[in-house]
Structure formats: C-alpha cells, structure tokens
T-cell receptor
C-alpha cells in the first residue's frame, strides 16, 4: 500500500496572492493529477503529469501553474487568488497506463 | 467530448432502505465506468469499476451495473446503513494525452438516518 500526503491541510490567502499547494505520494506511481472540487460540483482536472518534468493541462488550467520535479511530488500554484474563492484541491496518482486513481485528503482553500 | 451527468444531488434514506443512484454518460469509446465514495474530510476512494467486459461490479454490498442501450450506469445497495452516509461520484474514464482522465459527475450526497 501507499499514501498520498497533501500540505497544507488548510490554506487561507489574500486576494491577488500566489499560493502553492504540495502533494507527495509513496506508491511509486508514474502519473499524478490535480483536481479542484467545488461544493455541489464534481471534480475538475487542473493539471496532470505522466512522468517527472512532464506537465499536461486539464480543462481548468487557467490561473494555475504546476511543477513535477520529482516522481514522488507534484506542486500546484494558484497564480493570483480570487476574493471569496473557496474550494478543495485534490491530488491523485495512478500507475502509468492504468485508469484507477488514488486520492489524497485534499487542501481546503479560502481566499479573503 | 466525453461527459457524465449525475442529477441526484441529495438522497436521504432510513437504515435498511434500498439505494439507487443513476448517472448517464456520453462517449465515443468503449466505456469504463467508476464509482467513488468520499467521506467527510477525506479524498474520494474507489468503490467499484465496471467495464464492457464485466458489465457489473460488486463491493462492500454495493452493486454497479451499466446499460449500454440507455448509456446509463447505476449504483445500488439493498440495505443501507448509517455508515454509508457519504458523497458518491460516478466517473467515466476518458483517453487523455499519454494517460487517462476521469470525467466526474457532480456527486450525490447520501444521508442515512438511524
């Protein structure tokens, strides 16, 4: 088995601030993902990465940057936080070529 | 492109009631359909997977089936318990560059009253 760790668990930011969320996995999975979850909506894909130093945009990539410097870690940056924004950001990973994704517990973002 | 619709936003049942959640999908490929469950404060966990090969999945008393004719897939459980209270998401596996992506429904909040 393995585990996905997301830090921080809660993140409070100011409008216009650049905010970074981190994700670590010890599954030794090739592919990692970032999703955004809004209340009453499904998960929407922001970025994914199929290997170290690879980045692929999802449907919601505008306003975000991502970085995959190591196989085990995947970071997401909110480039300019929007006032009253509230969402949960979920990191996931999967074995390369497989469709089953394993999720971390999430980072809860609130922008004041 | 591929899409999933999950219309039941909230379902409230009593213990031992029958659960039925429905999603519809649209895809040009052979569908692989997943059900995830999310408990408060946690990330989604895979509950069941259904493909055109197996047509049905069973886990922890839950059963998932799909109907190619109506392009719909269902999650059901004969007798729910209070511990089943959670959010249930359906998801369609969709090809992506170098990988697969999951197209999620909007989720069904299940509340089971004791």
């Amino acid at each position: 088995g393995g585990i996905i760790t997301q830090t921080p668990k809660f993140l409070i930011g100011q409008e216009g601030q650049k905010l970074t969320l981190k994700c670590q996995q010890n599954f030794n999975h090739d592919t990692m993902y970032w999703y955004r979850q809004d209340s009453g909506k499904g998960l929407r894909l922001i970025y994914y990465s199929i290997t170290e130093n690879d980045l692929q945009k999802g449907d919601l990539s505008e306003g975000y940057d991502a970085s995959r410097e190591k196989k085990s870690s995947f970071s997401l940056t909110v480039t300019s936080a929007q006032k009253n924004e509230m969402a949960v950001f979920l990191c996931a990973s999967s074995i390369g070529g497989e469709d089953t994704q394993y999720f971390g517990p999430g980072t809860r973002l609130l922008v004041l | 492109g591929d899409s999933v619709t999950q219309k039941q936003g909230q379902v409230t049942l009593s213990e031992d009631d029958f659960l039925f959640i429905n999603c519809t999908y649209s895809t040009t490929t052979y569908p692989t359909l997943l059900w995830y469950v999310q408990y408060p404060g946690q990330g989604p966990q895979l509950l069941l997977k259904v493909t055109t090969a197996n047509n049905k999945g069973i886990s922890r008393g839950f059963e998932a089936t799909y109907d190619k004719g109506t392009t719909s897939f269902h999650l059901q459980k004969a007798s729910v318990q209070e511990s089943d209270s959670a959010v249930y998401f359906c998801a369609l596996v969709s090809p992506a560059s170098g990988s697969w992506q999951l197209i999620f429904g909007s989720g069904t909040q299940l509340t089971v009253m004791p």
